[in-house]
């Protein structure tokens, strides 16, 4: 079954999704601690980022009123943009981390509002928030950890990271294959993200 072998290529992968999963949680929570704290640095950095995206084509559609082709430029982005590149970075092995570190940490910051109130305030908002987050970071955390397991097989063959059979330019078929089945899984939560992001308002 494609799935079984999608959770099986997670598997082999687990140790290095966990050292993304633990950068993503560490960067966020500093993000929402140095937000709530009115940290200078992190609510001009929250406007910033929110004024750009606020002229971006996602959040221009939802203006409109096209929730769903927000929504598909949100996913799209998401996975093209965001994750594809994240699981090449893995390839150096270490450069995945001080982005997924920037990345969790500006999620961190928008716990706050435009106002600089906390999103916690009323239970709706601050579940609507994590639930967000949640589903965002957890494709975003499966590529980079596809990404870093592949680098480490490129880079050290003959250790634990190995993988048995043939090569192409250096890379362990099997391997290849691995990330390509995570990404079964990264694809769909993406957009399950999105939709819930701009349809569950």
Not at 64 to 70: I, K, L, M, S
Not at 73 to 99: I, R
Request: no cysteine; glycine share 12%; charged share 15%.
């Amino acid at each position: 079954m494609p799935f079984s072998r999608a959770f099986a290529a997670v598997g082999r992968a687990r140790v290095q999704i966990l050292w993304v999963a633990i950068t993503y949680g560490a960067s966020v929570t500093a993000g929402v601690v140095m937000a709530h704290q009115g940290i200078g640095v992190a609510v001009r950095q929250r406007d910033e980022l929110v004024a750009k995206a606020s002229q971006g084509k996602t959040l221009v559609a939802l203006d409109h009123g096209f929730p769903v082709r927000a929504a598909a430029y949100d996913f799209a982005g998401n996975l093209l943009l965001g994750a594809v590149p994240s699981t090449f970075m893995g390839l150096a092995v270490v450069t995945p981390f001080p982005v997924a570190a920037y990345r969790g940490w500006v999620g961190g910051i928008v716990s706050v509002d435009r106002r600089h109130r906390s999103r916690f305030r009323t239970w709706r908002e601050g579940s609507y928030y994590l639930g967000v987050l949640l589903l965002q970071l957890i494709p975003y955390t499966l590529a980079g950890g596809a990404g870093v397991r592949l680098g480490l097989a490129y880079v050290f063959p003959r250790s634990r990271y190995g993988y048995a059979g043939a090569r192409r330019l250096g890379f362990p078929l099997e391997a290849v294959r691995d990330v390509g089945w995570i990404y079964t899984l990264v694809a769909p939560l993406f957009l399950v993200a999105s939709l819930v992001e701009f349809l569950a308002r």
